[in-house]
């Protein structure tokens, strides 16, 4: 059997298929089984059916936190399904239709809870989506931006808030400073850590677009023609649509004519309760501090821990207030654990190509052609693309900071001559690259878990949010080449990204509106919009 360094050029086939095959087919499933299956082919020098099956039995049950995931996932959505049958969606989209109650409002309100949920990028999207969904179809708005809102939102303020993403981002940190031979003389992993977020800039400027898009209601690309869909004909999918979810399809009616806004409030807090006091308890340890406490938490743990006290709690409420049998609730968990099968077994897949791209060292060969070119200017460029590249390619942040973090560290060291000030803005480049790819990656888990809870046709969902994942990386690229042609310090420069974020915005919605000749700003008259946005 072959080497995966001799692979070259052929480990970036898998990938490449998989994703050119998702984007023009439009079907994630048999395009990632296909990449693998190639993948299989390459690496074994034959059919490659047994190497195929391997990476994907292996991507299930040899990975405990790809387990972890699973049964969160599962647990997830025994806990929405009751939810949904009791009412308690409904009961919160009735209370919320009177006060969100234009496209802007339910957009903002979207983004500010994704803000304020930071702890984890899973439980982000799940519980936001869950919230939101029935109440932004009420004002028309697009299934795919909605699942634009949730995506751009959950991972990259996990990179600044205390979760899961932080404690791994600095493990990785103190890999690259094993990796280079500096621990002794560059400030702790922690501290760079720190350091780098002002240099995180996609993930930054992913947020404030979010925001942006949200407060100007402006559009472009195909999300453009989503909204113009949506909010002329209603339709918050495309007619040939294939949403991951649909909760009246898949679980019926509700089961009561009374919907309490308890039986939403209840399991979400449950969830959000266990969860907190599960990281709590799984980091500490006497004397420990909250960063130590941090870095040894067991989060997806806790998360799994979490969604099963959202199931039960559920279930309970479903079984005291009589909306549900015994049987009818059980039931109802294994519609629940049905709703999530197609967005797992794209994730099983998303994983498995993962382990086809590891196997062929997809990441070292990309990697090692970026390090032919490097200097100190360059170098934060370098890395944003590097990484985008490698985490498009394999659908994985995790696995792409993993791959590049060990490279880019000892680089960052070297051309800087030993400064801590571009171990920062190294690291800040790969954690930006990382999400960049994965925001634009048809094979990526976060952005199947966006379009599986806001209900959204995956391909769909990757074609509307490219157009933006791509603005805002430009941005990031203006800003890291500005910093290096300059030496100007972040609070300056990120100003100025600022400035640049809401002109594209504005200067794209106006183009893109006048060459498909609709308008920029596609939102049909409503009573209570007009009411709610008089000050226009």
Same mark, same amino acid.
């Given at each position: 059997?072959?080497?995966?360094?001799?692979?070259?050029?052929?480990?970036l086939?898998?990938?490449?298929?998989?994703i050119a095959? $998702?984007?023009?087919?439009?079907r994630?499933?048999l395009?990632l089984?296909?990449?693998i299956?190639?993948?299989?082919?390459?690496?074994?020098g034959s059919?490659g059916?047994?190497?195929?099956?391997d990476?994907i *039995?292996?991507?299930?049950?040899?990975d405990?936190?790809h387990a972890?995931i699973?049964?969160f996932?599962?647990?997830?959505?025994? #806990?929405?399904?009751?939810?949904?049958?009791?009412?308690?969606?409904l009961?919160?989209a009735?209370?919320a239709?009177s006060?969100l109650?234009?496209?802007?409002k339910?957009?903002?309100?979207?983004w500010?809870l994704g803000?304020?949920w930071?702890?984890d990028?899973y439980?982000?999207?799940?519980i936001? /989506?869950?919230s939101?969904?029935d109440?932004?179809?009420?004002?028309n @708005?697009s299934r795919?931006?909605?699942a634009y809102?949730?995506?751009s939102t !959950?991972a990259p303020? $996990?990179?600044?808030?205390?979760?899961?993403?932080?404690?791994?981002?600095?493990s990785?940190?103190?890999t690259?400073? +094993? $990796?280079?031979?500096?621990?002794?003389?560059?400030?702790s992993?922690?501290?760079?850590?720190?350091?780098s977020?002002?240099y995180?800039?996609?993930c930054?400027f992913a947020?404030?677009?979010v925001?942006v898009? =949200?407060l100007t209601?402006?559009?472009?690309? +195909?999300?453009?023609?989503?909204?113009?869909r949506a909010q002329s004909t #209603?339709?918050?999918?495309?007619?040939?649509?294939?949403?991951l979810?649909? @909760?009246k399809?898949?679980l019926?009616?509700? &089961?009561?004519?009374?919907?309490m806004?308890?039986?939403?409030?209840?399991?979400?807090?449950a969830l *959000?309760?266990?969860v907190a006091?599960?990281?709590?308890?799984?980091g500490y340890?006497?004397?420990?501090?909250?960063?130590?406490?941090? &870095?040894?938490?067991?989060? @997806?743990?806790?998360?799994?821990?979490g969604?099963?006290?959202m199931?039960?709690?559920?279930?309970?409420?479903?079984?005291?207030?009589?909306?549900?049998?015994?049987d009818?609730? @059980?039931?109802?968990?294994l519609?629940?654990?049905?709703?999530?099968?197609?967005?797992?077994?794209?994730?099983?897949?998303?994983?498995?190509?993962?382990?086809v791209?590891?196997a062929?060292e997809?990441g070292?060969? *990309?990697?090692?052609?970026a390090?032919?070119?490097?200097?100190?200017?360059l170098l934060?460029?370098?890395?944003?693309?590097?990484?985008?590249?490698?985490?498009?390619?394999?659908?994985?942040?995790?696995?792409?900071?993993?791959?590049v973090?060990?490279?880019?560290?000892?680089?960052?060291?070297e =051309?800087?001559g030993g400064s801590s000030?571009?171990?920062?803005?190294?690291?800040g480049?790969?954690f930006s690259g990382?999400?960049?790819g994965d925001?634009?990656?048809?094979?990526?888990?976060?952005?199947?878990l966006?379009?599986?809870f806001?209900? $959204?046709?995956?391909?769909?969902? *990757?074609?509307t949010?490219?157009?933006?994942?791509l603005?805002?990386?430009?941005?990031?690229?203006?800003?890291y080449?500005?910093?290096?042609l300059?030496?100007?310090p972040q609070l300056?420069?990120i100003?100025v990204?600022?400035?640049?974020l809401?002109?594209?915005?504005? /200067?794209?919605? +106006?183009?893109?509106?006048?060459?498909?000749?609709?308008?920029?700003?596609?939102?049909?008259?409503r009573e209570?919009?007009s009411?709610?946005? !008089?000050d226009?």
């Amino acid at each position: 059997m072959t080497t995966g360094s001799e692979f070259g050029a052929l480990s970036l086939v898998p990938p490449l298929i998989a994703i050119a095959l $998702a984007i023009i087919t439009r079907r994630a499933l048999l395009s990632l089984f296909i990449g693998i299956w190639s993948g299989g082919i390459i690496y074994s020098g034959s059919l490659g059916i047994v190497q195929t099956f391997d990476w994907i *039995v292996s991507a299930i049950g040899e990975d405990v936190f790809h387990a972890q995931i699973i049964v969160f996932v599962s647990l997830l959505g025994a #806990g929405i399904a009751l939810i949904w049958r009791m009412g308690g969606s409904l009961a919160v989209a009735n209370y919320a239709t009177s006060r969100l109650d234009s496209h802007r409002k339910v957009g903002i309100a979207t983004w500010l809870l994704g803000l304020v949920w930071f702890f984890d990028d899973y439980a982000n999207t799940a519980i936001v /989506g869950s919230s939101m969904k029935d109440i932004a179809d009420e004002t028309n @708005m697009s299934r795919e931006k909605l699942a634009y809102l949730l995506d751009s939102t !959950a991972a990259p303020v $996990a990179t600044f808030g205390i979760s899961s993403w932080v404690a791994y981002q600095i493990s990785m940190i103190q890999t690259g400073y +094993e $990796a280079a031979g500096i621990t002794d003389v560059a400030p702790s992993a922690f501290l760079t850590f720190l350091r780098s977020m002002p240099y995180n800039l996609y993930c930054l400027f992913a947020l404030l677009m979010v925001g942006v898009i =949200v407060l100007t209601r402006r559009d472009f690309g +195909e999300m453009l023609d989503a909204e113009h869909r949506a909010q002329s004909t #209603g339709k918050v999918n495309r007619d040939d649509a294939k949403p991951l979810q649909s @909760m009246k399809d898949d679980l019926g009616d509700v &089961e009561t004519d009374s919907p309490m806004v308890r039986f939403f409030t209840v399991p979400i807090l449950a969830l *959000v309760t266990v969860v907190a006091v599960g990281v709590a308890w799984s980091g500490y340890s006497p004397g420990a501090s909250a960063i130590d406490m941090a &870095e040894s938490a067991d989060f @997806m743990g806790a998360l799994v821990w979490g969604s099963f006290a959202m199931a039960a709690s559920a279930l309970v409420l479903s079984l005291v207030y009589d909306v549900l049998s015994i049987d009818e609730g @059980m039931e109802t968990v294994l519609d629940g654990f049905g709703i999530m099968l197609h967005a797992i077994a794209i994730l099983v897949l998303a994983w498995s190509i993962g382990a086809v791209a590891g196997a062929l060292e997809t990441g070292a060969y *990309v990697t090692e052609i970026a390090a032919g070119f490097i200097t100190p200017t360059l170098l934060p460029i370098v890395i944003l693309f590097a990484g985008g590249f490698i985490s498009f390619s394999i659908g994985t942040s995790w696995g792409t900071m993993a791959l590049v973090t060990p490279v880019a560290i000892p680089l960052a060291w070297e =051309v800087s001559g030993g400064s801590s000030e571009m171990l920062a803005v190294a690291t800040g480049a790969v954690f930006s690259g990382a999400i960049f790819g994965d925001h634009c990656s048809p094979i990526s888990d976060t952005t199947v878990l966006s379009s599986t809870f806001a209900g $959204a046709d995956h391909i769909d969902h *990757v074609r509307t949010q490219i157009y933006y994942a791509l603005t805002t990386a430009a941005l990031a690229t203006i800003g890291y080449l500005l910093y290096g042609l300059t030496g100007l310090p972040q609070l300056v420069l990120i100003p100025v990204g600022i400035v640049l974020l809401v002109a594209v915005v504005y /200067g794209f919605s +106006e183009l893109d509106a006048r060459r498909k000749g609709l308008t920029a700003k596609p939102f049909v008259t409503r009573e209570r919009d007009s009411l709610a946005d !008089a000050d226009d």
